[in-house]
C-alpha cells in the first residue's frame, strides 16, 4: 500500500510563489514507481493534471502552467517538489499528488490534498 503526503501549500498573492512537496511512502515504494503527478480541482471544476514526472525524469505541465510550474523528484527520498511561479489566481485550487505504479495503467494512489489560495 501507497502513502503520499503533500505539504508546502497555503496563501499567496498574485504573482508570488509556492513550492509543494509530495512524498511517497510504502513497501517497495522505491522501485515501484513509474510517475508521480500533480492534479488540482477549483470549486465547480474537474480535476486537471497539473504536471507529472515519471522515474526517468522526463516531465510534462499544462499549457496552463508551462513555463512558470517546475516539477522535481528526489528519487532517494520519493519526494517531488513542483515550484510554482508567478501564481495567478485562477491558480486557486485543492492541489492532490499522485503516483502511477509500475503495475499501473494510470495514477491510482491519491494524496489527501493541500489547498492552494492566490489572492488578487
Known amino acids: 500500500q501507497v502513502q503520499l503526503v503533500e505539504s508546502g501549500g497555503g496563501l499567496v498573492q498574485a504573482g508570488g510563489s509556492l513550492r509543494l512537496s509530495c512524498a511517497a511512502s510504502?513497501?517497495?515504494?522505491?522501485?515501484?514507481?513509474?510517475?508521480m503527478g500533480w492534479y488540482r480541482q477549483a470549486p465547480g471544476k474537474q480535476r486537471e493534471l497539473v504536471a507529472a514526472?515519471?522515474?526517468?525524469?522526463?516531465?510534462n505541465y499544462a499549457d496552463s502552467v508551462k513555463g512558470r510550474f517546475t516539477n522535481s523528484r528526489d528519487n532517494a527520498k520519493n519526494t517531488v517538489y513542483p515550484q510554482m511561479n508567478s501564481l495567478k489566481p485562477e491558480a486557486t485550487a485543492v492541489y492532490y499528488c499522485?503516483?502511477?505504479?509500475?503495475?499501473?495503467?494510470?495514477?491510482?494512489?491519491w494524496g489527501q490534498g493541500t489547498q492552494v489560495t492566490v489572492s488578487s
Open positions: 510504502g513497501s517497495s515504494v522505491s522501485v515501484s514507481i513509474s510517475a
Open positions: 514526472i515519471t522515474s526517468g525524469g522526463s516531465t
Open positions: 499522485a503516483l502511477r505504479g509500475l503495475w499501473e495503467a494510470d495514477f491510482g494512489s
